[in-house]
């Protein structure tokens, strides 16, 4: 599986940015795909993920009513829509695939993209 995320960029806090993640491959062996963020000097970070088949989502607690992921089946292109963004969510955003149900924990996911950097300037 090969993943290509894009879409990041320097924004202005409350603005928005859209991030796409488009898959190639073998899909077939991905149950599940993840956003995980990571700012300087800081631990990599779970942000959202998202089924293929019925599009159950989970995020964690700093992005909900804010950030919205979402999949295009069809495209094997996932999305993260990121609303009302703060200086704090500037980071290097990855999407990462997993066989798996979704979760927060990176050691679930065993294919990522090379990373998006967002700057959200104050």
């Known amino acids: 599986v090969q993943l290509q995320a894009s879409g990041g960029g320097l924004v202005q806090a409350g603005g928005s940015l859209r991030l796409s993640c488009a898959t190639s491959?073998?899909?077939?062996?991905?149950?599940?795909m993840g956003w995980f963020r990571q700012a300087p000097g800081k631990e990599r970070e779970f942000v959202a993920a998202?089924?293929?088949?019925?599009?159950?989502?989970v995020y964690t607690n700093s992005v909900k009513g804010r950030f919205t992921i979402s999949r295009d089946n069809a495209k094997n292109t996932v999305y993260l829509q990121m609303n009302s963004l703060k200086p704090e969510d500037t980071a290097v955003y990855y999407c990462?695939?997993?066989?798996?149900?979704?979760?927060?924990?990176?050691?679930?996911?065993?294919?990522w993209g090379q990373g998006t950097l967002v700057t959200v300037s104050s």
């Open positions: 998202i089924r293929w088949h019925g599009g159950s989502t």
């Open positions: 990462a695939s997993s066989p798996y149900s979704g979760t927060h924990d990176p050691r679930q996911y065993n294919y």
């Open positions: 491959g073998r899909t077939f062996n991905s149950y599940a």
